[in-house]
């Protein structure tokens, strides 16, 4: 089984540019969620999306993040304009929730590092 | 406040050695789930194990072993006989009934095993 793959893996912007991340989930897994990770922390959730809707969106930073999951298979991640503020890994992660198995465990991809300069 | 606490910032042994990683959680639900991941440095967080707030066996996998304290609200993950492949950093997870797929992590525990 293919795990949760991200592109790219790492990048490097100035600030007031715009950037990308993608993610495609594992086969089948209805739940998408972007995490930011900060240096020393844990991840911190951004969005999770059931299928292509977005059910959980209160921490993302809406005046500068976007994010979209159309067909609820591959999401983008976008920010623009990036800040200082924003270098972290952005992890996405990936599970399949049904009735019988809420809280299932999620799978991550390997991220993707921004470091804004 | 802090739903997950991880109080151990950095641990370093000696492989070989036992080492437990504290992990103390906080929720007024009855019905919860806690989770351990571990990130090695490649980045990519691994799942370890799942438990629900009903089940509190201990559970051993290989070296690896769990005790669930609801008393005390911990659950805690040792390491027997620590390997130089176990350095990494390790998250503990809540993740609450009724808001189920809202994880809280802590902010993990760096181990760090030395030969």
């Known amino acids: 089984e293919a795990g949760v793959v991200q592109s790219p893996r790492y990048k490097i912007i100035e600030k007031k540019q715009p950037v990308a991340f993608w993610c495609n989930p594992i086969?089948?897994?209805?739940?998408l969620y972007w995490y930011r990770q900060n240096l020393g922390q844990g991840p911190e959730l951004l969005i999770r999306y059931e299928n292509e809707e977005a059910v959980d969106d209160s921490q993302l930073p809406k005046d500068r993040f976007s994010a979209e999951r159309l067909k609820g298979v591959d999401s983008t991640l976008k920010i623009q304009p990036a800040e200082l503020g924003d270098s972290a890994v952005y992890l996405c992660?990936?599970?399949?929730?049904?009735?019988?198995?809420?809280?299932?465990?999620?799978?991550f991809g390997n991220g993707t590092r921004l470091t804004v300069t | 406040a802090q739903k997950v606490t991880q109080a151990q910032t950095e641990i370093s042994v000696v492989e070989k050695e036992d080492v437990t990683l504290d992990c103390v959680y906080e929720t007024r639900d009855t019905t919860y789930y806690l989770f351990w991941y571990k990130q090695p440095p490649s980045g990519e967080l691994v799942f370890l194990i799942r438990?629900?707030?009903?089940?509190?066996q201990n559970e051993i996998s290989g070296r690896y072993s769990w005790n669930f304290q609801k008393s005390t609200s911990s659950f805690n993950f040792t390491i027997t006989a620590s390997q130089v492949v176990d350095s990494a950093v390790y998250f503990c997870a809540l993740s609450e009934m009724d808001n189920f797929n809202k994880f809280y992590f802590g902010s993990g525990t760096k181990l760090n095993v030395k030969p």
């Open positions: 992660a990936s599970s399949l929730e049904d009735p019988e198995s809420y809280n299932s465990p999620l799978h």
């Open positions: 438990r629900n707030s009903f089940d509190e």
């Open positions: 086969s089948g897994h209805n739940t």
